[in-house]
């Protein structure tokens, strides 16, 4: 079923506008995933889109998209009032259809890459475990935009490549931790909580799951997490630098533990 655009993001109105012309007839559908469709976009929430096209994208299309993309991004943190952020992932419909793994995108947009783009750089097709876990939690939960429903489009991610990508993902999580220490803690949080539990929750919704589950030093910084994630909070880390890789590492281990290769 469709999502009533009345109630879709602002940026993700304009995105889709932004996706039609520059992809043209070779976009068959645009999907509205993440917070947006998962309880509500919280403060600190980008706005996440997911397209799939027909053909393969040139150079210049890429280009073009970046530029105007540029246009309608709101920059990260987004200050009260302002654009939210935009992350959009493209997908080739062949590229779905061979169920690959890692899955391959054609195509990324996300502020965390606005100083590359601004350089000049142009996003190319890559393969990555991130996208394996976005495929899955897209189909259960994403709104059609336009096109058919995701059921049509995307395929269904087996719960072993789901493992695959969380235990493949991890120790680049763990290691780009530091200047990111609330978002690293949260979807830890969240890969924990999926694989004990078998579903995908918004990061708040895991953290609160995990937290009568730690002792208690680590509690209060996860809660700590959940709270500026919540509230927009402005939340200073640089304090708290050990003591928060100290809560990841404790995580991580919770999540290791759970994942089939750990298992004896």
Not at 81 to 103: T, V
Not at 114 to 137: H, I, N
Not at 215 to 242: C, F, H, M, T
Request: charged share 25%; with cysteine.
């Amino acid at each position: 079923m469709k999502k009533d655009m009345s109630q879709t993001p602002v940026e993700a109105s304009q995105a889709l506008l932004v996706v039609q012309r520059c992809l043209g007839n070779s976009l068959l559908a645009a999907y509205l995933h993440g917070s947006a469709v998962r309880g509500g976009l919280r403060p600190n929430s980008d706005v996440d889109l997911l397209a799939v096209v027909e053909q393969p994208m040139t150079h210049a299309v890429r280009k073009r998209l970046v530029a105007e993309l540029m246009g309608v991004s709101g920059r990260y943190p987004a200050p009260p009032d302002s654009p939210r952020p935009l992350e959009l992932i493209i997908f080739q419909r062949a590229d779905l259809a061979a169920l690959a793994y890692p899955a391959r995108s054609e195509f990324v947009y996300g502020e965390w890459l606005r100083d590359a783009f601004e350089a000049g750089e142009v996003p190319e097709p890559a393969s990555d475990p991130e996208f394996t876990l976005l495929l899955a939690q897209a189909r259960n939960e994403a709104m059609a935009l336009i096109g058919p429903d995701t059921t049509e489009l995307l395929p269904i991610i087996p719960y072993s490549d789901i493992c695959h990508a969380i235990g493949d993902a991890l120790p680049t999580l763990l290691e780009a931790m530091e200047g990111d220490e609330r978002n690293v803690l949260l979807t830890l949080a969240r890969m924990w909580r999926t694989l004990a539990q078998g579903d995908f929750v918004p990061k708040d919704v895991a953290a609160a799951w995990a937290l009568p589950r730690l002792p208690a030093e680590a509690a209060i910084l996860l809660a700590r997490a959940r709270e500026g994630y919540l509230n927009r909070k402005s939340d200073d880390w640089a304090a708290l630098r050990q003591e928060a890789r100290q809560v990841a590492d404790r995580l991580g281990e919770r999540v290791a533990a759970l994942l089939p290769s750990q298992k004896s």
